[in-house]
């Protein structure tokens, strides 16, 4: 049975991006921050930079996140209505 109403597959790959601990919480907290870059991020999980890196990869991969130069850094934010959705849904707002 198929559901035509919404895209699993998309669906699927965001679920797989979010299912890390890491990568939920960098997501959910770029809901109520509208930009962050790799540095920023790194200080507030208390991981290395080069993890946070391999994780916003996997984010951008599967379309959760989107990174845009901002001088010589590379913000990142949540853009994606599906991603925003279920985020929302998590903080109950």
Not at 3 to 8: A, R
Not at 44 to 49: D, S
Request: proline share 5%; with cysteine; glycine share 4%.
């Amino acid at each position: 049975m198929k559901d035509e109403t919404i895209d699993i597959e998309q669906y699927t790959e965001i679920f797989k991006a979010l299912a890390h601990p890491t990568r939920l919480t960098i997501a959910y907290n770029l809901m109520f921050k509208p930009e962050c870059n790799v540095s920023r991020m790194s200080e507030c999980l208390g991981i290395p930079q080069p993890t946070v890196s391999q994780h916003l990869s996997i984010l951008k991969n599967a379309k959760v996140l989107v990174g845009y130069r901002n001088g010589n850094q590379i913000c990142y934010k949540v853009e994606n209505p599906k991603v925003i959705s279920i985020l929302k849904q998590l903080s109950n707002k």
